[in-house]
């Protein structure tokens, strides 16, 4: 029997469902691929991640569940322009896991690939197939909890609707602040900065305000009233250290720092902007944002390894 109640978060990571990926809920010519793709071999040591793969998977019911609730609007009104019409589909799902039992456990494995430098996992389990079947495309993603209880590693699956059910990430933010506030091994000077930071504030603010001169890295906006200190690789998935580094912050005027946190955009090495195929193109020139732009990293070598992880875990492509 499982105890959650008993598990303790080591480590997250995400990753987006695209339309490959899925079966019926489709809104491209993508074949369906049972293998996901959940980043670069560069950016992160997914066999550490994974324990080599001696590890179950979980999915919880209650999980599935939140997860339809909140997809059942575009189940119903389908907004992204489905090949298949899979407005009498939701009820259909929402019976089967009604069905399931609270916690299911799962094999995981690594599919192996010419091109090394992408990793993959995959699962013949039908808990795996029904995700699979129920996830949306784009607007979805899949957060992976590495956890442990009672010395045994279990990696949790649960899926998500962008900005509608991001409900798990405050859940992670929570535990890792009560962790970091009971640490003993921790002053508590430094404790208040790695909180504020997660809010790119404090100590770590004045860092970030400090490389970038003051001005935004897009735009060379220098009003500091509305410039945001925000992390490269994101506050929950790095440790204390990586939270209070200089070289992983970014000053970004407020639209340009929701779009890279949300993924919409990255930036090469040189400085130039990536688009995420995941944001509307229209929206993008809506805004005057094209391919074009150049950033102001003022790149250095321990940067580039946090920009790496941006490109490869939190830019959608």
Same mark, same amino acid.
């Given at each position: 029997m499982i105890d959650l109640k008993r598990a303790k978060i080591i480590s997250v990571a995400r990753t987006n469902i695209p339309d490959c990926f899925v079966l019926k809920n489709k809104i491209g010519s993508a074949h369906g691929e049972a293998k996901l793709y959940v980043g670069g071999t560069s950016s992160r040591n997914w066999d550490d991640f994974f324990n080599n793969f001696d590890i179950q998977g979980i999915i919880l019911k209650s999980d599935i569940m939140t997860y339809l609730d909140l997809a059942k609007d575009e189940y119903e009104n389908q907004t992204q322009g489905y090949r298949n019409d899979i407005s009498g589909d939701w009820l259909k799902y929402y019976d089967i896991a009604s069905k399931f039992d609270d916690v299911i456990s799962f094999s995981i494995t690594h599919k192996d690939y010419t091109n090394m430098s992408r990793y993959y996992i995959n699962s013949s389990s039908s808990v795996y197939a029904f995700l !699979?079947? /129920?996830?949306?495309?784009?607007?979805? &993603? #899949?957060? #992976? $909890?590495? /956890?442990?209880? @009672?010395? !045994?590693?279990?990696? #949790?699956? !649960?899926?998500?609707i962008n900005d509608i059910g991001n409900i798990y990430e405050n859940e992670?933010? @929570?535990?890792?602040? $009560? $962790?970091?506030?009971?640490?003993?091994?921790? @002053? $508590? &000077? &430094?404790? &208040?900065q790695i909180i504020q930071a997660r809010k790119g504030q404090g100590k770590y603010r004045e860092l970030i305000l400090d490389k970038f001169n003051g001005q935004c890295a897009v735009t060379g906006v220098n009003d500091s009233r509305i410039l945001i200190a925000s992390h490269i690789k994101p506050w929950t998935d790095s440790n204390n250290e990586e939270r209070m580094s200089r070289e992983n912050g970014i000053l970004l005027s407020p639209t340009f720092d929701k779009l890279f946190d949300k993924g919409f955009i990255s930036f090469k090495n040189n400085g130039q902007i990536l688009l995420s195929d995941y944001f509307d193109e229209r929206n993008f020139s809506r805004l005057r944002i094209d391919d074009r732009i150049i950033c102001k990293l003022y790149l250095t070598t321990e940067m580039q390894t946090y920009l790496d992880y941006h490109r490869d875990i939190v830019f959608k492509h």
């Open positions: !699979r079947q /129920i996830c949306l495309p784009v607007m979805t &993603t #899949l957060l #992976l $909890e590495k /956890i442990v209880i @009672d010395g !045994r590693h279990y990696i #949790l699956f !649960r899926p998500y992670i933010v @929570d535990y890792q602040v $009560e $962790e970091i506030k009971s640490s003993i091994s921790i @002053d $508590e &000077t &430094t404790k &208040t």
